[in-house]
Nanobody
């Protein structure tokens, strides 16, 4: 019903920057939160950044000051920009959308397939 597709990522040198984009499509009535999570090798999935419909944001401590999340409500897209990348930022990055498919419907979480980000030292 709801498709979430990420783009961006790849191999980046330490100190560099990246831009990840995510687009949600399908049977969407409204979207509340949009966010980025990541899962590094041997680690649990963790929140990187999140933005709710009103524009409030929250970031993981590890990326504060280096990451900016933004959304385009008209296009149902969310973008994550990160700079001063470190090898420990290496992970699969997942886009998460909290949406409902009908008025008064429940809020469900939808995930993208993930995009690999590798930061070389």
């Amino acid at each position: 019903q709801v498709q979430v597709v990420e783009s961006g990522g790849g191999l980046v040198q330490a100190g560099g920057s990246l831009r990840l984009s995510c687009a949600a499509s399908g049977r969407i009535f409204s979207i509340n939160a949009m966010g980025w999570y990541r899962q590094g090798p041997g680690k649990q999935r963790e929140l990187v950044a999140r933005i709710i419909s009103g524009g409030d944001t929250n970031y993981a401590d590890s990326v504060k000051g280096r990451a900016t999340i933004s959304r385009d409500n008209a296009r149902n897209t969310v973008t994550l920009e990160m700079n001063s990348l470190k090898p420990e930022d290496t992970a699969v990055y997942y886009c998460n959308i909290e949406a409902r498919t009908r008025q008064l419907g429940r809020w469900d979480n939808y995930w993208g397939q993930g995009t690999q980000v590798t930061v070389s030292s």
